[in-house]
């Protein structure tokens, strides 16, 4: 039997019925009071676009951003769960990480945050432990507003406290949080897996849901980093492996983004996508085959690039 980590993204609660991100992003401009201020585009990348909403509400209605950011929070957690929830959970994966605020996955609100450490804004030791199950909240949680990633200057702060987790170590007060960096401790084979960042250099990763778009700064940084140590420094082992989900009619779209992630030593798994719910189900089946070892992870069908 196999312990299963996963990194999930957003795209599994567009199987629930209900708002849209753009309609999300239109009662935001509305909150607001911006409508006639802030012209919505895709070629805006969204932590630019939040910052021009977030700068314009200040100029204009004098919004503090808790404000912006609680509203924000209470529309996520609006967000029914779907039987692909259920699924994942069925599983009894030993760790689901997910850039998701609202708790879906875990399948009710939790009552204890069961952190190394409680965190107000950044989001490297966020976790909560539900009926034997690690869900690691890497953007921030709506419980906790301020934490939300959104904007430029808030994955600008994740990224600096995650290198310094990863390279140079860290400097909370906490006598509990590892001071060494990642990196000494994996090295001197000390990683407790404190943090969901240790999981990225010692357990095989299956990440589905998650578009991983070039916004996401902090993590194309963490597999980059990866890569680099795995490949150039070769300073430490890194024997683990990460599976990257995507649906067969997608995969020609994504070259540039898939050769990008083949080079970062991530795995492409494609299978049939054009029904989204059978897609997940589909990937489900997959990841209980591999956590009872019926398939083998270096033989696997429909991985495109190892």
Not at 50 to 65: G, N, S, V
Not at 150 to 161: D, K
Request: net charge positive.
């Amino acid at each position: 039997m196999k312990n299963l980590v996963l990194l999930i993204g957003n795209d599994i609660n567009n199987i629930s019925a209900g708002q849209s991100w753009k309609d999300l992003l239109q009662d935001i401009l509305t909150f607001c009071h911006i409508k006639d201020c802030v012209e919505i585009d895709d070629k805006k990348p969204f932590p630019l676009l939040y910052e021009e909403i977030f700068l314009t509400a200040i100029r204009k209605q004098h919004i503090r951003e808790r404000e912006l950011k609680a509203f924000i929070a209470s529309k996520t957690a609006e967000i029914r769960p779907n039987e692909i929830h259920h699924a994942i959970r069925t599983l009894q994966p030993q760790d689901i990480l997910t850039t998701n605020y609202e708790f879906t996955l875990e399948g009710r609100t939790p009552i204890e945050n069961t952190s190394l450490i409680r965190e107000k804004f950044y989001s490297i030791f966020r976790k909560y432990t539900m009926d034997g199950i690690n869900y690691w909240h890497l953007h921030g949680d709506c419980l906790n507003p301020m934490s939300i990633s959104l904007g430029f200057e808030h994955y600008g702060g994740q990224l600096q406290l995650m290198r310094n987790y990863v390279v140079t170590g860290t400097m909370y007060t906490n006598p509990e949080v590892p001071k060494h960096s990642l990196l000494r401790r994996i090295h001197s084979n000390q990683v407790y897996h404190h943090s969901w960042i240790d999981l990225f250099f010692t357990k095989d990763i299956h990440i589905f849901g998650l578009s991983l778009d070039f916004v996401e700064t902090d993590l194309w940084w963490l597999l980059t980093y990866r890569a680099r140590q795995k490949f150039h420094h070769k300073n430490i082992s890194v024997p683990n492996q990460l599976y990257y989900y995507i649906p067969e009619e997608y995969v020609l779209a994504s070259k540039f983004k898939l050769d990008l992630l083949k080079a970062n030593d991530v795995n492409i798994v494609s299978l049939p996508g054009k029904n989204k719910l059978a897609y997940y189900k589909g990937i489900i089946n997959r990841l209980n085959d591999i956590k009872h070892n019926t398939v083998a992870d270096s033989n696997k069908k429909n991985v495109l690039y190892q």
